[in-house]
């Protein structure tokens, strides 16, 4: 986790900045000398969005694909969970997804996969200026891309490897994982790690939680929401970044139905009465 901090800071020191109008040249295709060889040894961190598309695709449970394909580095210096594809047990370290022909999971393969070789940097995430973004080029000695005649913008790029589904969702994500209550130091017990873990990336688990507890007769939840999120993993992890919002940072963003309050008032209004005054 070190050196990927390295990185950042030298990214954010010595790359050039990139915006959508920037050209650059690359090309990947089975022609190329280094096809696959990318695709290995590498930390690929995934977001609660790749891993529904991943499990979906594969048509495991979310419970499977993670036990099966990821790994969860802890670090005294995280703030909330991440999740890394687990590379397969061989030399080459190489993706579990990837074969001689290229990626069989490529219609839904994970963002990082999808941008490179492109780079997002924040430059000032600790201030939440989101709109200070950049993009930057990773070139790797062992690629050949580069050397391709294909030329793009950064904008062309974006568009052609589907990239705008997967930057609406990671912005839902990073209103989680940018919020100020870690910027300002803030760490979640146990409990509540385990809750981020399994609404962001359990998100089975996370529908049962939600369909086969007392959630309902907590929370006020529209019939047309309930419909959407017992089908949809999408709209349901939606649903699961306003119930973290609610539950980690205490913002009004779910509604306790109106019988559960009243029921507190109550139970508070008997607690107050068998107190007796002090002498």
Known sequence: MREIEKLKEEI????????????????????????????????????????????????????????????????????????????????????????????????DRPWACRMYPLGLASPKEDDEKLNEEFYFLLKESICRGFEEKKKQTVREWLADQGIEEYNRMGEYFKEITLHSFFQKGGNLDPKRVEMFFTVCYNIDKFREFVFRSSFFEKFAVDDTVKEKIKEDDVELLKFGYQWLRFALFGEKTMSVREDILEARKKELARQAKEVKPGK
């Not at 650059?24 to 290995?40: K, P």
């Not at 969005?49 to 580095?73: A, Q, V």
């Open 12 to 107: 954010l020191k010595e790359y050039p900045r990139l915006h959508k109008e920037s050209g650059f040249t690359f090309e990947c295709h089975t022609g190329v000398s280094c096809f696959n060889e990318c695709c290995g040894d590498v930390n690929i961190f995934l977001t609660p969005y790749d891993i529904i598309r991943l499990k979906n695709n594969l048509g495991l449970t979310s419970g499977e694909f993670l036990k099966k394909y990821t790994l969860s580095p802890f670090d005294e210096n995280l703030k909330y969970p991440v999740i890394l594809l687990k590379m397969s047990d061989n030399e080459r370290k190489s993706c579990p997804f990837v074969s001689k022909d290229g990626c069989t999971v490529y219609p």
